[in-house]
T-cell receptor, first 112, second 112 residues
Framework: RKEVEQDPGPFNVPEGATVAFNCTYSNSASQSFFWYRQDCRKEPKLLMSVYSSGNEDGRFTAQLNRASQYISLLIRDSKLSDSATYLCVVNSPYSSASKIIFGSGTRLSIRP | SQTIHQWPATLVQPVGSPLSLECTVEGTSNPNLYWYRQAAGRGLQLLFYSVGIGQISSEVPQNLSASRPQDRQFILSSKKLLLSDSGFYLC???????????FGPGTRLTVT
């Protein structure tokens, strides 16, 4: 089982829609969680950290479910500019000294 | 504020030629530094990371090497490039292990 798994998509949704995707992780000892976005042929950029109680940043809401070992990202009122690949990132205390594992990403495409 | 620089932005090199990619960070001291490679349409592969000057850990055995001659400088090298070395090379920094990472703009390498 991969340490961090994401549905690769693509998710194709109309502008203004709400879209959500999950990311599952295998190490129950993981403590840090993040969402990044990566535009085509660009570097990944930190979108938001994910806190235990859930957190919101404008149209974006991130949640953590420790019991089921997944994090989620919800995007409300989606914009064309939200089209990107969204990377789930989890720390993994025992697998690598770098301690951070990147998922392979979920592609999101917003259509007019 | 912190900034991270990478150069060159693009590079086309013949098989068997040497490689040197440089990454520098400004605005922070003693960062953790990372080299990643991203093949076309794929996820991030961690190549090397460093927690201090002269301290390099390799994640994947291959014909690449890394060095950290100064606190905020990280260099990726190869003596002889292979076709399989083509990809998008990303440098990143963080304030510590298991913390969010910030990426440079990347170098797109094509080995011909």
């Amino acid at each position: 089982r991969k340490e961090v798994e994401q549905d690769p998509g693509p998710f194709n949704v109309p502008e203004g829609a709400t879209v959500a995707f999950n990311c599952t992780y295998s190490n129950s000892a993981s403590q840090s969680f993040f969402w990044y976005r990566q535009d085509c042929r660009k570097e990944p950029k930190l979108l938001m950290s994910v806190y235990s109680s859930g957190n919101e940043d404008g149209r974006f809401t991130a949640q953590l479910n420790r019991a089921s070992q997944y994090i989620s990202l919800l995007i409300r009122d989606s914009k064309l500019s939200d089209s990107a690949t969204y990377l789930c990132v989890v720390n993994s205390p025992y697998s690598s000294a770098s301690k951070i594992i990147f998922g392979s990403g979920t592609r999101l495409s917003i259509r007019p | 504020s912190q900034t991270i620089h990478q150069w060159p932005a693009t590079l086309v090199q013949p098989v068997g030629s040497p490689l040197s990619l440089e990454c520098t960070v400004e605005g922070t001291s003693n960062p953790n530094l990372y080299w990643y490679r991203q093949a076309a349409g794929r996820g991030l592969q961690l190549l090397f990371y460093s927690v201090g000057i002269g301290q390099i850990s390799s994640e994947v055995p291959q014909n690449l090497s890394a060095s950290r001659p100064q606190d905020r400088q990280f260099i990726l090298s190869s003596k002889k490039l292979l076709l399989s070395d083509s990809g998008f090379y990303l440098c990143a920094w963080s304030t510590g292990t298991a913390r969010e990472q910030y990426f440079g703009p990347g170098t797109r390498l094509t080995v011909t």
